[in-house]
DNA sequence: TATGAATGAGATTTCATTCAT
DNA sequence: TATGAATGAAATCTCATTCAT
């Protein structure tokens, strides 16, 4: 008891790269758990081992660390975008892969989906620099667009829906499995974490994107 | 419609009924607004006339209120399905039909979408009677599985998917647009409160869900 | 020890009344003594017997007060000035009353002097409601201007000092006498708050004043 | 003047003599703005390029530093009062150069103003070495024995009023001027900062001071 | 049924200052 | 002489809720 084991703890005198990860880290999980005014500035501080002091100081106030934890959110899907390599498969299977990898992406990090709707239910109002995001994340759209494009001059995609669209209906199909897997559980009784009811909407989720891209 | 006239200054001596009515009216959008711990019990006694503790009178605290909305919320959509009146339209039209409504509902009732993903957010935590929930709603799917039945007897849809997937679809596409318009808008620049917008999305999501169906 | 005494306690459900003016009677108080940002919320509540919290509940912030006991403090000189009825004494006798008992309330009101230099140091930023403020205080200069009047048709006072100069001088001699007593007592040993040297000045911030009024 | 040259950039190996100086402006700056408990030792660090922590090591704690910054006010107007060759001029003319002298140093020194203010609301508690002060300050008032003496001898003066006396008038009235300013704007709308204001000033304030003086 | 006054508990934030090199 | 990182202690303020009639 006497001797702190020094393992878990990033005390102090550690690098402040680390410890402003660290911080991060847990505001993450705890916003993504209460939302931004539900979030307690208290309960982060107890979950890593640092004083509220330390968050502030590195954060300014509890919207400078959702601002910051809103941006790595960001950073995070838009990496595991950046590496799918779609370029090489042919259109239909490069359509396929992107949405599965999406609802993969969202099933594994509902903390993401969370946030997000979090920030939606603030309207947006802390994704202040948005330069930025929108040139990152119109690279999604150009990764369909691109798609889109291969699949046109190969003639088997039509010509009239567009990249956002798709974009858009990949998002909605993906996103809502986790963003209202509660009430959706609580209504109709389906339980979307069942792998079994992962496979299956997997599956309609694709049939029904490329339904709407392929001529018949 | 009629119980409103006076409704605006509902001041003191009303009926309780219409005082219970009118804090719920404006209870549902603060809640909206705001999400369960945003919103402020002080905030929504000072939009109507009363004092907060009117309100503890009648909800008992300010989640016995938030339940209360909540149900309201269900409430409203439950009202909307029940009078469409799908059975007298062939299956492809009843379906456009009801993707259509569902899509200018929530579109109308933004405050529907919000309180439900605010309820998300919780985890469905004050979904407690869900007995009934459950039988209403189920009402819903019932209504899609009557659809998709006559549309498999006379040939025209395939039979490998089935009613509650649809509905998530539906469900899915149509709330998205509402649910997060605000970083998609700060993501991509698209206003989806645009009509024409709305109008394109309309024609999209039917002919999405029209071509899970169809048997090409 | 057990019953308390409620002589001193004003406890609860006193009337608001009697609170909020207790409240500010304490606050003027540590105001004066402390500034704005030196004075505690805290010693405040602990000085009177309520809880910091009856302090936001009636003046909302720290600010709220600041200002509540700002108007109160001008309200008291103000007050005092209403009553001195120069009109019945001769332009000469009634300057020398106007002089002495503005000296005498400043003396007496330390704390008057004190929230005004407070004000100032912060640029009388919290005097917003300027035109009640104007108003009352104009009747001041009225007052000056009423003596001046007379005094003039008397033919015994100069026609080109202005009312507004003349109470600038008898603010600027009696305020500086209270407001710079500790540098002055510590730059050069004179103690102001010395009957004696009270009564010296009196004399001499008279003789000052007639002085710039008379024609010789 | 010299050394002024590469002021902004104090950066790091400057020499300790600049950079204390550097602190003692900023400080001065930040403490006339804000009063001693209104000022941030951070603004301080910020509006200079330094870390509070160097702030510290010169000047030991936020005290000690007010102590520095009080001195050097003081030292200000002494350096000003030193130099005026008051001995040359017959007595009127040399008191109207004391009074017009003081007035605009004062008006174009509030920071002195403001910080003699703020000391007097510290009931003057860090003027500690008073011998030193004393002693300079009484020059001040020497110099206008030294004057009115002339007079008195020249049958011009009155012989029953003191220097010290004279020197308080003298400084109540300019002193006024700036201390006051803001709440004299407030409440009569008079601006002080207005030249013409500043030279109808200057004329009565000095007419006032000979009036107290000459024999009529 | 109705209500004005009051409040405990806890949340966020600030600020001067020290640690460790 | 110089400094980046860290922090304890306390300050302000908020919020749902209850008291007492």
């Given amino acids: 008891m006497k001797k702190k084991t020094a393992a878990k703890t990033p005390k102090r005198r550690n690098d402040p790269v680390a410890t402003r990860e660290n911080i ?3 505001a993450m999980e705890v916003f993504a758990e209460s939302g931004l005014s539900g979030a307690r500035v208290s309960e982060i501080a107890r979950k890593m081992r640092t ?9 300014g106030d509890k919207e400078g660390l959702y601002r910051a934890i809103l941006e790595r959110a960001y950073a995070g899907i838009r990496q595991m975008e950046s590496v799918l390599e779609l370029e ?17 992406y969202e099933e594994r990090h509902p903390e993401f989906v969370r946030i997000v709707g979090i920030e ?20 999604v ?3 369909v667009e691109e798609i889109l494009e291969r699949g046109r001059s190969e003639g088997v995609f039509r010509k009239d829906v567009q990249a956002l669209e798709i974009h858009m209906v990949i998002s909605a199909l993906c996103f809502f499995r986790v963003s209202n897997r509660y009430t959706f559980k609580a209504v109709f009784g389906l339980d979307m974490t069942d792998p079994q009811v992962n496979a299956r909407h997997k599956k309609i989720i694709c049939d029904a994107v490329i339904g709407m ?3 018949r």
């Fill in 88 to 104: 090489n498969l042919e259109p239909v299977a490069a359509m396929r892969k992107l949405v599965e990898t999406t609802l993969d």
């Fill in 141 to 143: 759209v150009k990764r």
């Fill in 213 to 215: 891209l392929v001529i």
């Fill in 51 to 59: 004083s509220q002091r330390m968050i502030y100081y590195y954060f």
């Fill in 120 to 139: 939606n239910l603030h309207q947006a109002r802390h994704m202040t620099d948005v330069s930025s995001l929108r040139k990152q994340n119109n690279a």
């Fill in 24 to 26: 991060l880290e847990v």
